[in-house]
Structure formats: C-alpha cells, structure tokens
T-cell receptor, first 114, second 113 residues
Framework: EAGVTQFPSHSVIEKGQTVTLRCDPI?????LYWYRRVMGKEIKFLLH????????ESGMPNNRFLAERTGGTYSTLKVQPAELEDSGVYFC????????????FGPGTRLLVL | GIQVEQSPPDLILQEGANSTLRCNFS?????LQWFHQNPWGQLINLFY???GTKQNGRLSATTVATERYSLLYISSSQTTDSGVYFC???????????????FGTGTKLQVIP
C-alpha cells in the first residue's frame, strides 16, 4: 500500500511568488492534516480536513495560505504571495480514524523563499 | 492551550553512549507519540505511547501520564540517530471533542563518531 506522498520534495521561489504544495493521503483515509516546521522551531499544526471539509484551520498563519481538498482525496496548500518567513518544511499526514497514533506522515516539502 | 516542552534542547553524544530525552506536558492527554526527524527532513514515527513502556531495539519510551511526562531512551547511540526528536500530544478534552495535535519544541541530537 502506498504511503502519504507529497509533491514537490523541494521548492525554491522568490518572495512574492506563488507556490502550491500537494499531498496525496493514503487511500481511504478521511483525515488529512497539514503541519509545518520553520527553521529551528517546533512542528506546528496548520489545519485538519475530514473528507473535503475543514475540521480545524486554527493553525493557518494568515490569509496568504489557502488549503483545499476537492472531492476528499488529495489536498493542496497554496501560499500566495510567499514571504521569507514561510520557508520551512511542510508535512502532510493522513489518518483513518483521526487518532494521533494512526497518523501517517509524508516525506515533507522543503520550501525556501528567497 | 496545552504546553509541551522537551529537554534538553540540544545534545551531543559520542557514538555508543546512552541518553534520555524528556517531554513534559501541561495537561492531561489522550495520546502521545515520539517522532524522529532525520537529517534529510523526513519525519519517522517511533512510538505511540499514551502510557506505559515500550521498546524497539535500542530505543524505548516510558510515559507516566499521571505525572505528565514521557521519556525516550536511546542506548548505544549511532550516528544515524542524529536528527531532531519530537514528542506530540493530543490533549484530553472532558467533552470528548476533537483536539488538535501539539508538538513539543524538539531535542536536536548529534551523535559523533
């Protein structure tokens, strides 16, 4: 069974540009989460989808971030316009039952904003 | 919200040495998990351990939920153990409602040959 996949693995963009990150969860997992780790700091929760609905988006830093999960399958996280402080590693995780112990993490997307 | 603190923040070990990493949390939790972020940035599940003790090879973990802490033991450390270790908790809510996962501050471990 394929795990959680994320695309791209790395992205280097200039300040002001737009970047879209993609996450494909494990098939059948209704719960999808986005997290990010900015340089040297802890991993922080961004938002949680249950199917196509946003269960909790309290961790989204500001309105430059837009997450979607059309049809309850893959999810995208768009940053527009990107700022220097958005640099970091963005992780996606999926879970069948929403329990922490059952969250499977993707490999992450490393974003560098210059 | 719940506070999750890890100690030490940084740790340098000689290969072969043992170490203990600590995770303190400020409120009751339903679940707790330890992760290792390796030097390539990948996040690896280590233990799902809301209470009790578990062992996997050179690693073991103990969570004392009543005292709100968890320990991760690394024995006979190897250079491949280098990276950042995170604990993450799911706070307990009396209403039984959903609570998002909160990660600790991390312990950066460097194992030198």
């Amino acid at each position: 069974e394929a795990g959680v996949t994320q695309f791209p693995s790395h992205s280097v963009i200039e300040k002001g540009q737009t970047v879209t990150l993609r996450c494909d969860p494990i098939s059948g997992h209704d719960n999808l989460y986005w997290y990010r780790r900015v340089m040297g700091k802890e991993i922080k929760f961004l938002l949680h989808f249950v199917k196509e609905s946003k269960q909790d988006e309290s961790g989204m830093p500001n309105n430059r971030f837009l997450a979607e999960r059309t049809g309850g399958t893959y999810s995208t996280l768009k940053v527009q316009p990107a700022e220097l402080e958005d640099s970091g590693v963005y992780f996606c995780a999926s879970s069948q039952d929403g329990q922490i112990g059952t969250q499977y993490f993707g490999p992450g997307t490393r974003l560098l904003v210059l | 919200g719940i506070q999750v603190e890890q100690s030490p923040p940084d740790l340098i070990l000689q290969e072969g040495a043992n170490s203990t990493l600590r995770c303190n949390f400020s409120d009751s939790v339903n679940n707790l998990q330890w992760f290792h972020q390796n030097p390539w940035g990948q996040l690896i599940n280590l233990f799902y351990i809301p209470s009790g003790t578990k062992q996997n090879g050179r690693l073991s973990a103990t969570t004392v939920a009543t005292e709100r802490y968890s320990l991760l033991y690394i024995s006979s450390s190897q250079t491949t153990d280098s990276g950042v270790y995170f604990c993450a908790v799911e706070p307990r809510v009396n209403s039984g409602g959903y609570q998002k996962v909160t990660f600790g501050t991390g312990t950066k471990l460097q194992v030198i040959p």
